[in-house]
């Protein structure tokens, strides 16, 4: 069983939304908190959204107030909302397990395929 499969990604006008969906198999994604990755072409894979597995959240500046991040522990799967989406917003988007040591998030399982969002202007 793959332990992760990122689906929901497509191509969406700026200011439209899209929901990326997670799913994930494995004792160390249901005992920590979860995350969305992403990465743009030449960039490094930046977290922009975590969720404990108490349901508390916390997102990077420049998706806060437009993405919002969700999971479903019995159904082992976690969600990103994005809307108002804006070119920048484009990338592969990737979810994983995160562990936190202080401000900094580190993923700790593989990664899986992720998702493309296209953003067009």
């Known amino acids: 069983q793959v332990p992760l499969v990122e689906s929901g990604g497509g191509l969406v006008q700026a200011g439209g939304s899209l929901r990326l969906s997670c799913a994930y198999s494995?004792?160390?994604?249901?005992?920590?908190?979860m995350g969305w990755y992403r990465q743009a072409p030449g960039k490094r894979r930046d977290l922009v959204a975590s969720i404990t597995t108490g349901g508390s959240t916390n997102y990077a500046d420049s998706v806060k107030g437009r993405f919002t991040i969700s999971r479903d522990n019995a159904k082992n799967t976690v969600l990103l909302q994005m809307n108002s989406l804006k070119p920048e917003d484009a990338a592969v988007y990737y979810c994983n397990a995160v562990k936190f040591y202080g401000s900094v998030g580190v993923p700790l399982g593989s990664w899986g395929q992720g998702t493309q969002v296209t953003v067009s202007s």
């Open positions: 494995g004792g160390i994604f249901t005992v920590n908190a």
